[in-house]
Every structure is written in structure tokens, then in C-alpha cells.
């Protein structure tokens, strides 16, 4: 997708506030915003600084492979890397905008799920936690920011993989719920898938993640929504860099690794492993493989 590309459609003009100003009068989509924020601080935040200043208090696991080094650092995709989540109150207020009182059930449910991806993830992080090599705080202003507020310590699973994927499908199945004819809907369904994929791409393209951390998150949403699992999970993984390699060297490997991966980690839940454990003891053997 190309970064540059001129709004098109409803959801790129939709500002994140509208959302919010939304939601004071609607009292499901507050409390799922607050849910989420909340979340975000305790799952997210306050596990990683948590561990800086205690390291022992839990483990951590480098997660990097050899694959990552087929994937340039692109410094000029941090901008897209950091929307990911304008891009979900971007898109949860456009159809808020659309659909108006008759969504807005389903609005505070897209707000209410928002917080439980987090929880969910937070529920490896607190127990296991992931890091990668990123490159040098002196690539861009954007990387001492990120340096400072994340210490890059969730890796597996990645939110940035979980919150972009479930926007683009649950965006798409509130608009073929609603919309009298969805086709008139198309510009919207294309590009939030687009634009959703380009955000995952980006994550391993900034060297925030690595090549084992996007399909967990395709895994954990997977297992959340079993919509996700059977429509979804395989057109991600199969999208990834497959219209623009953006310099990836071995792309087919990469996407192959990945399917991969999750097809395990979709097998040991089928056939009973609790979810967590799942990614819990792939980072246990990970770390004995090291």
C-alpha cells in the first residue's frame, strides 16, 4: 500500500475524536474506551516498566530468527507502524458515523473487544515475556519516542498484529450486518484490509517485531473469534508482502515460516492445550533452542 495514497474514502476523513464525542452520549462505547485504556496501562505499560525495574520478576525471551535478516530496516515506514491505533478509532467511529443509533450496540462491542485483545495478550506477558535486536534510539525523532514509552518487551503475540486484523474484521462484519447494500461499502472493506495489512507489515519492516511474533498474533485472534480463524487468518498471512515485497529478500520463505507456525500453534489448541500455554511453551523452547 502505498503510504502517500490521498484519502478515498469514508474512514481515512474520519478523525479518531469524533469517537470519542461520540461516546459521552453513548454509555456502551464509554465504558468500553475506558476498558481499553485501562487495559492498555495494566497489560501493556505496566508489565514492561514492571519488569525494568524489577527484572527477575518474570522471564524474558529473545524471539528473533534468521529470517528478519531477509527484511530491511525501513526507517520510512515508522509513520504508518505508529497509527495503528488512530486507525481503530478512526474506523470505530466511522461506522458509528454511517450507521448511526442502529450500530452503536455493535460499536461498544468493537470498544469492549478492543480490551479484551489486550487482556489476552497480557495474559503471555505477565507470565512470559518477549523481546528482539531493534535498531540504534538515533534512526529517527520516532524511534527515541518509541524507546522511551515502550521497552519492547511484548513481542509474542503482537498487539499491533492482534488490533490491526480484528479492525479490518470486524469493521467488514458490522458494515455486511448494516449496510443495505454492502457493495456500496467497497472503498471502506478494501482499504481498512490494506491499510491494516500494510500496519502489520510495517512492524517487521521497523524491526519492532519478529517473523515469530506476527503469526501469534494472527493465532490469539484466531482463537477469540472463530470467524477470524475460519475467513481471515489465512488471507493475512497469505497477503503478507505478496503485491509489494518492500525489499524483503525472501519473501516466499518468510510467508511459508509463518503459515507455518500458525498452523501449529492452531493444531496444539485443537487438540487441547490451553491458549496461553500454547505460545508460553513455544517461547519456553525457543529459549532452549537459543
Aim: glycine residues 4%; positive net charge.
Amino acid at each position: 500500500m502505498d503510504k502517500t495514497k490521498a484519502s478515498r474514502n469514508g474512514i481515512q476523513k474520519t478523525t479518531p475524536v469524533f469517537l470519542w464525542i461520540s461516546a459521552l452520549f453513548k454509555p456502551g462505547i464509554l465504558v468500553g474506551l475506558g476498558k481499553t485504556l485501562g487495559s492498555i496501562f495494566s497489560k501493556f505499560f505496566f508489565l514492561q516498566f514492571q519488569t525494568v525495574l524489577f527484572p527477575k520478576k518474570r522471564p524474558v525471551v529473545k524471539v528473533d530468527h534468521l529470517l528478519d535478516e531477509s527484511i530491511p530496516f525501513d526507517t520510512s515506514w515508522i509513520g504508518l507502524y505508529n497509527t495503528f491505533t488512530v486507525f481503530w478509532m478512526k474506523s470505530a467511529g466511522w461506522l458509528l458515523k454511517k450507521f448511526g443509533r442502529k450500530a452503536a450496540a455493535d460499536v461498544a462491542e468493537f470498544t469492549n473487544e478492543m480490551a479484551l485483545l489486550y487482556n489476552a495478550a497480557g495474559s503471555v506477558y505477565e507470565k512470559c515475556q518477549s523481546t528482539t535486536n531493534r535498531p540504534g534510539i538515533r534512526a529517527n525523532f520516532h524511534f527515541i519516542i518509541i524507546h522511551t514509552f515502550d521497552p519492547h518487551l511484548h513481542c509474542v503475540p503482537s498487539l499491533h498484529v492482534m488490533v490491526c486484523s480484528y479492525t479490518a474484521f470486524k469493521v467488514t462484519e458490522i458494515i455486511k450486518k448494516h449496510a443495505d447494500n454492502p457493495e456500496d461499502y467497497m472503498a471502506e472493506i478494501d482499504w481498512v484490509f490494506e491499510n491494516s495489512l500494510a500496519i502489520i507489515e510495517s512492524v517487521l519492516l521497523v524491526k519492532q517485531h519478529s517473523v515469530n511474533c506476527v503469526p501469534a498474533g494472527y493465532y490469539m485472534n484466531s482463537v477469540l473469534f472463530p470467524n477470524f480463524k475460519d475467513h481471515w487468518a489465512e488471507r493475512y498471512l497469505d497477503g503478507m508482502f505478496k503485491n509489494d515485497s518492500k525489499g524483503v529478500e525472501k519473501v516466499s520463505e518468510v510467508r511459508s515460516y509463518m503459515t507455518q507456525l500458525y498452523d501449529m500453534f492452531i493444531k496444539e489448541n485443537s487438540e487441547g492445550k490451553e491458549r496461553d500455554k500454547v505460545l508460553l511453551d513455544f517461547l519456553e523452547n525457543y529459549k532452549s533452542l537459543k
